[in-house]
């Protein structure tokens, strides 16, 4: 007897999607921290408030 296969529901997949890519977002932001904190960044440009009014 044929058996129908089970269905996943749309939404369950769009929350993994979103949990997926936001996975990915958070990664990439606390690499950038890490470097900017470490001094490491290359990529990355920002001023350093500090320097300017120190000088």
Do not use: C, G, H
């Not at 929350?15 to 470097?35: C, E, T």
């Amino acid at each position: 007897m044929a058996v129908p296969k089970k269905r996943t529901s749309k939404s369950k997949s769009k929350k993994a999607q979103w949990r997926k890519k936001s996975l990915s977002v958070s990664r990439k932001s606390l690499s950038l921290a890490k470097s900017l904190l470490d001094n490491k960044s290359n990529s990355f440009v920002y001023a350093n408030f500090k320097s300017i009014n120190n000088d």
